[in-house]
């Protein structure tokens, strides 16, 4: 058999999807999966959403790329919605959450360069971080698996341990400029920062003049039953880097800024070829057309709820399979007793789909609108799979 042209860059999974409809998603042959993992957190609003295809369709027909050298009629109007519903003043569309996290580094480098602080560009991180595979976002992330031989760190980057104020108190220094946070770290195993620690990052960096910069990546877009994660905590950031759910499973991120924060940011200091294409802008107008819908947040709220009490139930029948469970809303993580891939390969015999991460977790991320019915089948799916865990791990004794 030939050799793949591909980067053998994935261990993927043996599985090829051909059609999908809702959080339901079939393969060629017509085995039909429950898909909780909503290619990580992106396909917001399921797969082939009446919605998201109509705008596709009807824009496809008119107009593709014409780049930024003009005006996108589209990307000025997602952008006043983006910030007529968060904190920010100013957008920035990407094409991904690691050219976000990018572009949210560099405005917050700028903004201490033109304020006469050149030497402030330091951003703190956390242990345990996912910001993104490229050279810069692989050194704010720290993980040695992921920095191993692409040469020297880029430089401008210090992680701490996740969650010590004491540690971030001693990092912070002259060349510090920004801090830069996960609310809830995906990859690293859906672990939530506690509110009061977000408060409090935020008073260290009124305090010490740095900037705030937020990666809601992953939970920002509804995930947890608000818009972006950090309103539970009552917070506001001057950076923020959204990706994944805002394009619905179209190619879409954005960074978000106060007028403040991104005033550095002018003429030829930044760009992208197809960041803010009329495709892309148009399929982020049609999903906020959906979450911001009367009701819409809450109905996230009360799903993730009825969830998280469900899987509380199947940890307390398989304390051997399952140790806890985490997160908020529809972003939840089932922390294992049990190595997580063998879960993760009893939950694929049962038809369901969901996303390894760190500290021994398994991601549970259904598309937002996902149905109570649908929460008891996948309840029921897990349980499952915990039985023929625990049924294999007898046998194996």
Partial sequence: MRESALYGTYARQPL???????????????DRYLDFAAGIAVNSLGHA????????TEQAGKLWHVSNIYEIPGQARLGERLVENSFADKVFFTNSGAEALECAIKTAR?????????ERYRVITFEGAFHGRTLATIAAGGQAKYLEGFGPKVEGFDQVPFDDTEALLKTIGPETAAILV??????????????????RLRELCDRHGL????????????????????EWAEITPDLMAVAKGIGGGFPLGACLATAEAAKGMTPGTHGTTFGGNPLAMAVGNAVLDVVLEDGFMESISQKGLLFKQSLAAVADEFPDIVEGVRGEGLMLGIKCRVQNLRLL????????????????????????????DEIREAVKRIHDAAAAVRATEKADA
Wanted: glycine share 12%; charged share 20%.
């Fill in 110 to 118: 700028r903004y201490h360069h033109v304020n006469g602080h050149p």
């Fill in 49 to 56: 959403h009446p919605h998201l295809v109509a705008a596709l």
């Fill in 345 to 372: 390969e009893a939950l694929r015999d049962q038809k369901m789909l969901v996303v390894p991460a760190g500290d021994n977790v398994l991601r549970l991320l259904p598309p937002l609108i996902i149905t109570e």
């Fill in 211 to 230: 900037l705030l910069i937020l990666d809601e990546v992953q939970s920002g877009v509804g995930r947890t039953g608000k818009l972006f994660a950090h």
């Fill in 16 to 30: 090829a999807f051909e059609r999908g409809e809702g959080c339901w998603i079939e393969t060629a042959d017509g």
């Fill in 182 to 199: 996960e609310p809830i770290q995906g990859e690293g195993g859906v672990r939530p920062i506690p509110n009061a620690s977000l408060r």
